[in-house]
Every structure is written in structure tokens, then in C-alpha cells.
């Protein structure tokens, strides 16, 4: 009988208490936002309590459910977690039902939110006195009486990387940690490095590396410099270093001032030792061919003070002297073409677009596992993320990853599967006169027809006939006089009775039909053989098999049983029925014949498994992928085709399909400076203003003022500085000579005034 207890203004503190919890120590992985449920009881487990259920709805709709058998004590608290992703942090609506001999005995509900950046358990527990109580719509049962539903963050625990368990043992002892307690719940959890087997796989620590692991170089929170200047930190045999941005050095040996030296500069020209002085002042090169002092600036380069550079490629003097390209954090700068950006320190990432916050996410977290925007995802299990690939930390209550696939989580219900229950691996046996069942997690029996298991012994499966007169119909009821027979049949039932009616002839203390009865057929004490994936028949007083479901007697003899799966490709449904769609890859599941995988250059677009995959890739409206059309005509396009899979255009003269979408055809005209002669090929030509031109080629409109094109070749610009050029001092082709020095633009004596 359900009772309604009126709501406890004492209750209200008693249910979810709060712990003080110590630090989860240290991390190479951004903190989650996270929810753990934890639930536990004080009912004897499994004498009052077998089974528990918790449900998590989070404020977007998503769903957490898990389910499982509490065979023994161990098996607490039982735990399912939620990770906050994006959008609102609550309400997450939690529903938690206990359950003894398949019927609900107490129910649990809460309303919580996410706090953010934090991992908290939310603790419920299965009170003995709540069993059977019901409370109004917004309240629920806890021990003391019925409290709100509603869950604030005061009433909840930082997560420490265990939960303590009662014993859920004899009554009265409950307490935490009592004496039959057999030692603290592992609970999975993403492995962190802080000396505990956080993901309870047995090991500690195993996904950090002290040797190269920036965050925990040498030992756990042994952490590396943040983002020094100019430069990335790095472990090396478990000591930090620092591993300069390409143009820099470590000249001061400072750590905290990182890469401070510029390997362009004339002071530090290629080395911290090296100083450009007169007769060769100036600093010249790049990162990548290095540097060298010169007294003046090859065709090319630009004088940037005392450098000569690469505007075009140069950080330092991006476009023009003194443009300093500046980036966030975990980043370097780069310039190419003349335009700033930055690429990123290995295992970061530019995850919200905005240069100012340099690469500001580590490629670590489970939101961006590898790359930006890579969320881990895997059903019924915990996610973790390790050297930017997606892992498996563990699975959920009641699931397991039987399969050893990370792709598809923990796949396996663990609570029902006959071949994996409550394990991986452990497989409920047929037996007897039975099929296999897998309950909560535990194996067990479902009798045939007319059978009973009355010793309670699986190994000899449902052993009682209840035909016979010491189980008359069910276990513990005998035949004895003066109705000492069994009489009746499984579809009607059975009774004692005095004496047998005919047809039914005695056989022992039953009543049967040696016609029908597989037990005595032709005759009393003739018993069926039985056979593999098969139950034996009697018919006609002949002996003869029923198949199990999914097999069949496909060789047409008895003494092999059903031999034949019928979800094998070879017999899929049916004997004879083979698996193999055309221009695929068959798969037979539950007897049917699918399509597992289709053939190269073909595609399954009907989803008919009957003719296979029916579909060319080279269609051109199925080009690739069902559905994808290839434009009959588009701009400035010759003809469209659709080649390996892929839209093909061939554009008409003097344009180009640059974008890469045959929807708009060969959209660019391949006559501008941006795209000339082909897409992306820009006229970049230095000290000069360029064309493109009919040709499709980069042209000298004009140079600039002290630049003169002398050797006639557009790929290298107006290359001939006229201020300071020996061969071309002035104009083109005025050669100073031995002696002479070309200054401003004229030879003369050295040195240039």
C-alpha cells in the first residue's frame, strides 16, 4: 500500500548531503563541465534490492539512461554521467526507480544544473523508508520525508575520483565504509595524472607520458611554461625546454623571456654571437636558406633598417618595414604574401576564429579531440581524449564494449545479452529442455513448454516434465491416491487423476498418447533423441525434430539436428536462400538479407536490398553520392562529365572553375591579377605594378620610383635597384666598374655619403 507523506522541512537538508572534496589534481585536459548521478542504498542487495534504473534528461533533450542488476554490494553506488557540450546549463531532469523481483519499489527524482567548468556529484540514495511512498508531483521521497525535487549547487560534491559506498549489507550495517564493506566503487572516469587508476582499468596514469608530456614534464603538474615568446615549450626526457619559432633564439638563456632574439637583426645575424659590422652592416635572408651580414640588399630583398628582408614572407616587416605581424597565445606568426597570420604551437588550436586569442584550445579536450570542433562522442560509454584521438575511459552502467571497437562505444547491454551478460565474454549456456535467458545481468532459464526448472539447477535446465505425476502440472504438486496418474496435455493443463481416458494409455504414473509424446512415441519408455538447435517431435508414433528459431534442416537429416543457420549469407532466411545483392557486399541479420557494403564505383540509392547496389558513382545524377546531380550546362563550360565520382567541368578559354562547385560552372575569368592564367595565380611582382595580360600572364605595368625592370623578365618585377645597384646604377645597364660605388643613384668614389 502506497502511503502520502507530507512534505519535511527537515528533509530538505538530509538528502543530498554535502562533502568536502580535495582537488582532482592535475590535468593535460581543459576541466568539463560535468554531472555525475551516484546512487546507493541502505535495502539488503540483491535479498531487497536487485535492480536500479537512472535516467538523465539535460536541458537540450539529451538523453543518459542506464540500467543493471545489483547482484552484490560491489556493484554500487551505481553511477551515470552527462557532459555539458553547448547551450544552457540546466535543468537537467534526473528519475532514478529501484527495483526488487521486476517491480519498482522506490523512486527517486531531482532537477540540477551543470556548474561550469566543474565535475559534481549529484548522490541520491534508496532509502528503506521510502520504499512504496509517494509524494506530490514536486517532491520527492528522502530520507526523513518528501523534499523538493529541486537540486541547487550547495548540495552537491566535487567529484575526487571515488565515491565511498554503504554496505547495503545486513540491516544495520549501512554506514559508510562499514566492516563487510569491500572497499571503495572504481567508477570510470577519463584517466588524469594524479597517481589514481582514475579510469579503473588497472593502471595509473598510462595515458600520460612524464618524458614528453608539457603538462606533466618529469611528474604529475610539472607543468611547462605557458606559451613563452616566440617559442613552444616542450618535454624532453622529462625536463622542460623550449623549441624557438623559425627566426628566433634563446640568446639570454631565460625561459620566461623565451625565443627573445631576432635572428634577422643585425646584431644577431643567424646566431646570438653573430654581429653584422661595416663593410657588411646589413643582415640579409630567412628562416629557411638562414642569414648572412652584406654591405647591400640583393634583387628581392627590401633595407628595413639594418635588414635586408622579404616583405612578402618577413613577420617583422609584413608588406612594409616595421609591420610587425602580433598573435595571440600558443601561436606563431607568419606572413605570406605580404598578409599576417599565425600557425599554431603542436596540440593547440584557433577553435573561435579570433586571431587576438591566438590558438587558445587545447587539442585535448573531448569538445576538440585532434582538431577544432572533433567532439567525442561515444554511445553508453565515457569519453576521453588522449594525443588528439578519441578513447574509450569506460562504459556506462550496464553496458560494455564487448566488441573492442571504440567507434561504436559500449555497444552491449549487459543486462540482457545471452552472449555477454553482465561481462563481456560471459556466455548463458543452453540447456535441457530451455532457452537462455540473460536478466539484469544474470543468466537464466526460459522453460519449453510442459517443463519446469523445480531443483533450481541450471546445469540440467528445465528438468521436470510436468506431465509426470511428481510434478503434476507444476513443480511441487504429486499425484498420489487415490489419483495417483498425471492426465492432460501442456495446452490444456494437467491434473491427478484415478485412471487414464482413452486414447491416453498409462506409461508410469502419466497419462499420454505414445502418438504425440516424445517422451514415450510408438511406445511407454521410447523417448525422442534430441538434436542440435532442434526439439524433439513425436508424430504419428514416429520420432522427428522442431527447428529452433533461425535454424533449419537444410541436409534433410535428423541426426545432425538443424544444421542450418539462417543468418549465414549461404542460407539467409531460409534453406538455400543466399546473401549476395549484386555489386556489393551481402549481410544476413534476423534472417534478412541487407547490404553491408557496396562495391567500388557503386552506390546503394534505392535502399533495396533486392537489387543490391544498383546505382554507378559515375551518374551524373548520382555522381559520387545518391542524389548528387552533375549540372547538364553551367557558365563558360565546354562540357560536364562525371569522372571517378566526381562533377567534371572543362571550362572555355580564359576561365577557370576556382571554387570547385560545378553548380556555377567555371565562374572566374582567368585575366585579372588575382587569378591570371590560372585560379590563385596572383601577380605578385615585386617593386613594380603588375597586369595580366590577354595571355594569361603577369605583366610590368610600371615599377617604383628607383626600380627599373633591366632584365626584361616579369617573374622577378622591376628587380634593379637603381640607388645602389653596381650593374644598373641610375638607368639600366650603367655599370659603376671597379673602384666606383653606385650612391643614390650615381657612381662614385666610396664610400656612399
Known amino acids: ?40 542504498t541502505d535495502l539488503s542487495v540483491p535479498d531487497e534490492l536487485d535492480g536500479v534504473r537512472i535516467d538523465m534528461v539535460g536541458p537540450q533533450g539529451e538523453l543518459r539512461r542506464t540500467m543493471g542488476p545489483l547482484g552484490t554490494v560491489e556493484a554500487l553506488p551505481a553511477t551515470v554521467g552527462m557532459i555539458h557540450r553547448t547551450g544552457p546549463l540546466g535543468p537537467i531532469q534526473v528519475t532514478i526507480v529501484g527495483v526488487a523481483g521486476g517491480r519498482d519499489i522506490i523512486q527517486r527524482r531531482a532537477t540540477v544544473s551543470f ?18 511512498v509517494r509524494c506530490t508531483p514536486e517532491e520527492t521521497c528522502a530520507p526523513g520525508g518528501c523534499r523538493a525535487i529541486g537540486v541547487d549547487a550547495t548540495e552537491l560534491e566535487e567529484w575526487t575520483g571515488s565515491i565511498d559506498r554503504l554496505d547495503a549489507g545486513p540491516r544495520g550495517d ?16 577519463t584517466e588524469e595524472c594524479n597517481g589514481v587508476d582514475d579510469d579503473c582499468d588497472g593502471d595509473t596514469d598510462e595515458d600520460f607520458d612524464p618524458m614528453t608530456d608539457i603538462a606533466n614534464c618529469g611528474s604529475c603538474g610539472n607543468a611547462c611554461p605557458d606559451s613563452p615568446p616566440n617559442a613552444a615549450s616542450e618535454c624532453s626526457a622529462g625536463t622542460c625546454t623550449l623549441a624557438c619559432d623559425p627566426g628566433f633564439a634563446d640568446c639570454d638563456g631565460d625561459a620566461a623571456t623565451g625565443c627573445e632574439a631576432l635572428l634577422s637583426a643585425a646584431a644577431t645575424c643567424g646566431a646570438c654571437a653573430t654581429a653584422c659590422a661595416a663593410p657588411a652592416p646589413l643582415c640579409q635572408g630567412n628562416a629557411a636558406s638562414g642569414y648572412s651580414c652584406v654591405s647591400s640588399c640583393d634583387a628581392g630583398f627590401t633595407e628595413c633598417g639594418s635588414v635586408c628582408t622579404d616583405v612578402q614572407t618577413d613577420a617583422q616587416n609584413c608588406g612594409t618595414c616595421g609591420n610587425v605581424c602580433a598573435v595571440g597565445v600558443r601561436a606563431a606568426a607568419t606572413c605570406e604574401a605580404g598578409a599576417c597570420g599565425m600557425a599554431c604551437d603542436p596540440g593547440f ?47 556506462d552502467f550496464g553496458f560494455g564494449d564487448c566488441d573492442a571497437d571504440t567507434t561504436n562505444g559500449c555497444e552491449t547491454d549487459v543486462t540482457s545479452s545471452t552472449a555477454d551478460c553482465g561481462t563481456c565474454g560471459t556466455v548463458c549456456s543452453a540447456a535441457p529442455n530451455s532457452a537462455p535467458l540473460c536478466t539484469m545481468g544474470g543468466c537464466a532459464l526460459s522453460c519449453d513448454p510442459g517443463f519446469g526448472d523445480c531443483d ?36 490444456s493443463g494437467f491434473t491427478c487423476v484415478e485412471t487414464c481416458t482413452a486414447p491416453s494409455v498409462v506409461c508410469g504414473t502419466a497419462c499420454t498418447s505414445t502418438e504425440t509424446d516424445a517422451l514415450n512415441c510408438g511406445a511407454c519408455g521410447t523417448t525422442c533423441p534430441a538434436a542440435p538447435q532442434a526439439s524433439p517431435t513425436c508424430a504419428g508414433s514416429a520420432c522427428g525434430i522442431a527447428c529452433d528459431p533461425g535454424f533449419d534442416d537444410c541436409n534433410a537429416s535428423t541426426a545432425d539436428g538443424c544444421e542450418g543457420d539462417l543468418a ?41 536490398p533486392a537489387n543490391g547496389c544498383e546505382t554507378s558513382r559515375s551518374s551524373m545524377d548520382d555522381c559520387g553520392a545518391c542524389g548528387a546531380v552533375c549540372p547538364t550546362r553551367t557558365a563558360h563550360t565546354t562540357s560536364v562529365s562525371c569522372t571517378a565520382g566526381t562533377c567534371s567541368l572543362v571550362c572555355s578559354d580564359s576561365y577557370g572553375n576556382c571554387n570547385g562547385d560545378p553548380l556555377d560552372g567555371c565562374e572566374v575569368r582567368l585575366r585579372s591579377v588575382t587569378d591570371c592564367g590560372s585560379c590563385g595565380n596572383a601577380c605578385l611582382l615585386a617593386n613594380a605594378t603588375p597586369k595580366c595580360s590577354s595571355r594569361g600572364t603577369c ?47 650615381v657612381c662614385t668614389s666610396p664610400p656612399c655619403l
Open 456 to 491: 533450481g539447477a541450471r546445469m540440467n535446465g528445465c528438468e521436470s516434465p510436468f506431465s509426470d505425476a511428481a510434478t503434476c502440472g507444476s513443480c511441487g504438486i504429486s499425484c498420489l491416491e487415490p489419483t495417483p496418474i498425471c492426465n492432460g496435455s501442456t495446452a
Open 174 to 189: 549501512s554506514s559508510v565504509d562499514g566492516p563487510i564493506d569491500a572497499g571503495d566503487a572504481c567508477i570510470p572516469m
Open 115 to 132: 556548474v561550469e567548468g566543474r565535475t559534481m556529484v549529484l548522490r541520491v540514495r534508496l532509502a528503506r523508508e521510502c520504499v512504496d
Open 568 to 608: 549465414t549469407a549461404a542460407d539467409c532466411g531460409a534453406c538455400g536462400a543466399t546473401c549476395a545483392p549484386t555489386h556489393a557486399t551481402g549481410a544476413c541479420g534476423a534472417g534478412t538479407c541487407a547490404v553491408a557494403s557496396c562495391d567500388a564505383d557503386w552506390l546503394d540509392c534505392d535502399g533495396d
Open 349 to 395: 588550436g584557433d577553435c573561435d576564429g579570433v586571431p587576438d586569442t591566438g590558438c587558445e584550445t587545447s587539442l585535448t579536450e573531448v569538445a576538440h579531440c585532434g582538431a577544432c570542433g572533433v567532439v567525442c562522442e561515444i554511445p553508453s560509454g565515457i569519453e576521453s581524449c588522449a594525443t588528439g584521438t578519441c578513447t574509450l575511459a569506460g562504459c
Open 1 to 40: 500500500m502506497s502511503r502520502l507523506v507530507p512534505p519535511s522541512a527537515a528533509a530538505i537538508a538530509l538528502v543530498f548531503p554535502v562533502f568536502l572534496a580535495a582537488p582532482t589534481g592535475c590535468s593535460s585536459e581543459a576541466a568539463r563541465t560535468e554531472i555525475i548521478v551516484a546512487v546507493d
Open 699 to 745: 605583366e610590368v605595368v610600371s615599377c617604383d620610383p628607383g626600380f627599373d625592370d633591366c632584365d626584361g623578365s616579369p617573374t622577378n618585377g622591376c628587380e634593379a635597384d637603381l640607388d645602389r645597384s653596381q650593374i644598373d646604377c641610375g638607368v639600366c645597364g650603367n655599370d659603376c666598374g671597379g673602384g666606383m660605388q653606385c650612391c643614390s643613384g
